[in-house]
């Protein structure tokens, strides 16, 4: 771990997945409960809200991300920690942002129900859905992070919801945990 990652009072986490697999969701939920304050991030909301794309493409309904200002906007926020970072990709972010990368997984047919809920144009329904079978997202979070700190859960019901976010938890315990005694012999 960096030395400024010692100096972090709560960690930065990423929670990614295809769309629809319940990232914002669970943000939403582990920002309430978490020990440590954490402070969600819908990524694409603020691509928009900062004007972070190149330009936004009507067919596939989606924004083409400046990576570049993107990267620029986030880096003192994730660097300084307490924060979750809720996007349906992560290999941009450079590794050293991340604790915990969480990468949830949903069954295909629930996942189309609820991207179909959406009202997604059905190329871009049957392309993400796609994505999730061929475990794009999770094969990406592996290749860029420590295998040991990526994590896959399932997100299909409110109990898998609850047992996640329950699980985070313990994991922000234990991270303060090791930064407090880190501090203490550092
Ligand atoms: N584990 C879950 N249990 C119940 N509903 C879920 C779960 N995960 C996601 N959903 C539902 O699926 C939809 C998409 O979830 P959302 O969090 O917006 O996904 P994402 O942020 O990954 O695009 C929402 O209606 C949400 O309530």
Redesign the pocket.
């Known amino acids: 771990m960096s030395k400024e990652s010692t100096k972090k009072t709560a960690p930065t986490i990423i929670i990614t997945?295809t769309?629809?697999?319940?990232?914002?969701?669970?943000a939403q939920l582990l920002a309430q409960e978490s020990p440590a304050p954490l402070k969600h991030i819908n990524v694409g909301d603020l691509v928009k809200e900062k004007n972070l794309y190149e330009s936004y493409d009507e067919e596939w309904q989606s924004y083409e991300v400046d990576e570049d200002k993107l990267l620029d906007e986030l880096e003192p926020i994730a660097a300084a920690g307490g924060v979750i970072l809720?996007w349906h990709t992560c290999e941009i972010f450079p590794e050293r942002w991340a604790d915990l990368v969480v990468v949830?997984r949903c069954n295909h047919t629930k996942l189309w129900e609820?991207l179909e809920s959406r009202g997604y144009p059905l190329k871009k329904i049957q392309e993400n859905n796609e994505a999730e079978i061929m475990e794009v997202v999770l094969e990406e979070a592996r290749s860029s992070y420590a295998q040991e700190i990526v994590v896959e859960l399932q997100?299909?019901?409110?109990e898998?919801?609850e047992a996640n976010v329950a699980r985070i938890v313990e994991w922000v315990k234990a991270w303060q945990r090791d930064q407090a005694s880190a501090n203490d012999s550092g």
């Open positions: 997945g769309p629809g697999v319940g990232k914002s969701t669970h809720d949830l609820r997100s299909e019901g409110t898998d919801l």
